[in-house]
């Protein structure tokens, strides 16, 4: 059962061009949504992350989009750069108590090209 | 620059065999969590530790165990290696909240 569905599975985008990667949950008690930047050979790195109390996070380039109804959520490179190429991979947890299991999507890999 | 170091970097072993990977958090860090990624998929979550307490399991087999150690160090242990055991094995730590950093991983290939 795959709890948090990625799409698309890769994409290709222009040097300044906007790159939009998408995730659907399932679990409506999943209440942390991160999203995680990977290089080849690095562990997966945390980029940036909501909650589902706001529709909306920005950081920089990066923009969270998050819609609780739909249960879905979104990522939005701005002005992609060549340094962005890499796996970003979306994910889920419940907060409470201790346990901070990361639910992951199959992940996105993204080439910029200059 | 992570703060979370695991070794070693590159491990093959036999089918059948028994493996220990390990991982050094960040000091102040109480929570260590492990996770298997195998080629071109998301990481999976296969157990957390703590306060060198398991407190959370996926759904991976008894003979995938772990510790975790007061000086913020733990291990994962593989035993009966299968080929499907081959993967990038992940280890995150945090002290609380949604911070997590992980290492870069222990790749482990199985023949």
């Known amino acids: 059962q795959q709890q948090v569905k990625q799409s698309p599975q890769s994409l290709i985008v222009q040097k300044g061009g906007i790159s939009i990667i998408n995730c659907a949950y399932e679990?409506?008690?999943?209440?942390?949504f991160p999203w995680y930047q990977q290089f080849p050979g690095k562990g997966p790195a945390l980029l940036i992350a909501?909650?589902?109390?706001?529709s909306e996070k920005k950081e920089g380039r990066f923009t969270i989009s998050f819609n609780k109804s739909a249960k879905q959520f979104s990522l939005h490179i701005m002005d992609s750069q060549p340094g962005d190429s890499a796996t970003y991979f979306c994910?889920?947890?419940?907060?409470?108590?201790?346990?901070?299991?990361?639910?992951f999507g199959k992940g996105t890999l993204l080439t910029v090209n200059p | 620059e992570t703060g979370v170091t695991q070794s070693p970097t590159h491990l093959i072993k036999t089918r059948g065999q028994q493996v220990t990977l390990r991982c050094s958090s960040q000091?102040?860090?109480?929570?260590v969590s492990w996770y298997q990624q195998a080629l071109g998929q998301g990481p999976q979550f296969i157990f957390q530790?703590?306060?060198?307490?398991?407190?959370g399991r996926g759904n991976f087999p008894p003979r995938f165990s772990g510790l975790q150690f007061p000086n913020y160090s733990s291990e994962l242990n593989v035993n009966a290696l299968e080929l499907d055991d081959s993967a990038l094995y992940l280890c995150?730590?945090?002290?609380?909240?949604?911070?997590?950093?992980f290492g870069s991983g222990t790749r482990l290939t199985v023949v």
């Open positions: 909501i909650r589902p109390d706001v």
């Open positions: 000091s102040g860090h109480n929570t």
């Open positions: 995150a730590s945090g002290s609380g909240g949604y911070g997590y950093t």
């Open positions: 679990n409506t008690a999943f209440d942390y």
């Open positions: 994910a889920a947890s419940i907060s409470g108590g201790s346990n901070y299991k990361l639910t």
């Open positions: 530790y703590y306060r060198e307490e398991e407190n």
